[in-house]
């Protein structure tokens, strides 16, 4: 009997630590993929952040390095530099990307740093307790927001690919989500082209991804879906924000 469908060979079968309903496994599989279609594995080295997928390190069969919080960029731009012939990632959450690590990612794009970021928003701070993160939405309760988060008093939610998406360092920069099979190929294929700008050498690109947290959001799996592409995609539309001709 043919196998149609399997463990990616990139990814080790091992139960996960994520809630039911947490988005970061398809996540994890997409990129798992990824690095087995485009045949990089033996050169491929990730990043782990801290928070929710802190243990990446234990999921994907890659050579990992373990972060500090916000610091995957610094440390993806040191392996990078000396080994350049690898291809490296880092995957990081709002809370570690654009919060606490706001700088490493700005000036890591800026600079042209030719790495990949997996970046998932999911609008809150989730390993620490659910907290406000920048990426928390107008109006949306949190532990440290608990009537909504105000504009006058916590600004603005962060818009991450529109921002890096202006450096001229950047090179491919796309924002999907992963809240129904549709949108699941299609983050697939730009993850694909992130990790084929990399290889092309073309300069720094990154993925942003729009993932569901279901306990932190107070909802059922399914609830939360439902909130994602009602709440979260039209404040953070998605598409391409950048991309270079060489890939399409």
Same mark, same amino acid.
């Given at each position: 009997? @043919?196998?149609?469908?399997?463990?990616?060979?990139?990814?080790?079968? &091992?139960?996960?630590?994520?809630?039911? +309903?947490?988005?970061?496994? &398809?996540?994890?599989?997409? *990129? #798992?993929?990824?690095?087995?279609?485009?045949?990089?594995?033996?050169?491929? &080295?990730?990043?782990?952040?801290?928070?929710?997928?802190?243990?990446?390190?234990?999921?994907?069969?890659?050579?990992?390095?373990?972060?500090?919080? +916000?610091?995957?960029?610094?440390?993806?731009?040191?392996?990078?530099?000396?080994?350049?012939?690898?291809?490296? $990632?880092?995957?990081?959450?709002?809370?570690?990307?654009?919060?606490?690590?706001?700088?490493?990612?700005?000036?890591?794009?800026?600079?042209?740093?030719?790495?990949?970021?997996? $970046?998932?928003?999911?609008?809150?701070?989730?390993?620490?307790?659910?907290?406000?993160?920048?990426?928390?939405?107008? +109006?949306?309760?949190?532990?440290?927001?608990?009537?909504?988060?105000?504009?006058?008093?916590? +600004?603005?939610?962060?818009?991450?690919?529109?921002?890096?998406?202006?450096?001229?360092?950047? #090179?491919?920069?796309?924002?999907?989500?992963?809240?129904?099979?549709?949108?699941?190929?299609?983050?697939?294929?730009?993850?694909?082209?992130? $990790?084929?700008?990399?290889?092309?050498?073309?300069?720094?690109?990154? *993925?942003? *991804?729009?993932?569901?947290?279901?306990?932190?959001?107070?909802?059922?799996?399914?609830?939360?879906?439902?909130?994602?592409?009602?709440?979260?995609?039209?404040?953070?539309?998605?598409?391409?924000?950048? @991309?270079?001709?060489?890939?399409?």
């Amino acid at each position: 009997m @043919k196998k149609v469908f399997t463990r990616p060979r990139s990814l080790k079968d &091992i139960p996960t630590h994520y809630c039911p +309903g947490c988005t970061h496994g &398809i996540v994890h599989r997409l *990129v #798992a993929e990824v690095i087995d279609e485009l045949e990089i594995f033996d050169r491929t &080295i990730g990043v782990a952040p801290v928070g929710c997928s802190v243990f990446a390190y234990n999921y994907f069969d890659c050579d990992m390095f373990q972060a500090s919080h +916000g610091r995957a960029p610094a440390v993806a731009t040191g392996i990078k530099r000396v080994l350049p012939d690898r291809v490296v $990632f880092t995957y990081q959450g709002d809370g570690d990307l654009a919060a606490i690590g706001t700088g490493e990612i700005v000036h890591a794009a800026a600079r042209g740093e030719k790495f990949t970021v997996i $970046f998932i928003n999911n609008a809150i701070y989730a390993m620490t307790g659910g907290q406000m993160a920048p990426t928390t939405l107008l +109006g949306q309760k949190t532990t440290t927001t608990p009537y909504g988060r105000d504009k006058d008093i916590n +600004g603005y939610p962060v818009k991450i690919s529109e921002m890096l998406s202006v450096l001229d360092g950047t #090179a491919y920069v796309a924002r999907v989500s992963v809240h129904d099979p549709a949108h699941v190929i299609k983050a697939r294929k730009a993850i694909k082209r992130a $990790f084929e700008v990399q290889l092309a050498g073309l300069g720094f690109s990154l *993925v942003e *991804v729009l993932s569901a947290c279901p306990t932190n959001w107070g909802l059922s799996p399914a609830e939360a879906l439902k909130w994602l592409a009602e709440n979260m995609i039209p404040y953070y539309p998605l598409g391409e924000y950048k @991309k270079p001709a060489e890939v399409g």
